[in-house]
């Protein structure tokens, strides 16, 4: 994981069912309100990127690959995002080219995209510490335990 602790990779185990798919592709198509302060897959376009990817995998007869629409996937300032599993490599697309050529050189040959990857190094800002607003909300409404 990005964070260095081992993460979940290498958690199969005999006896597991077969993977149902060979790759499964998530697109993040969450659509914030505009000027939202972390934007948002879909308003970069993702919803129409992952129909036009869908449509493509079918096309080149990728029928192991299951591509669908996801919620937020937390990595939103550099979207539009996608992750596929289970490699569980991010990519950021956003043209039809860029589609194009993440089916093409990952799913369909087994490479990768470097220039379209996301890395360790594309970390989200903070989020704001939640008890602080619990604080704050408490202050406002008069309630006792409220920042003093
Ligand atoms: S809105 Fe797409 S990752 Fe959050």
Redesign the pocket.
Known sequence: MADGTPGLAGRARAGDPPPWFEAHVFV?????PDGHK?????AKG?EGLRDYMKARAKELGLSGVRINMAG?????E????VVIYPEGVWYKVETKNDVDEVLAAHLVAGGRVPRLMLTEHHVPPPKEPKRQTDERTREQRGEEGGAA
């Open positions: 993040c198509c969450n659509r914030r972390r934007g948002s897959c879909a993702s937020c996937l937390d990595r939103c550099f979207g539009p995002t």
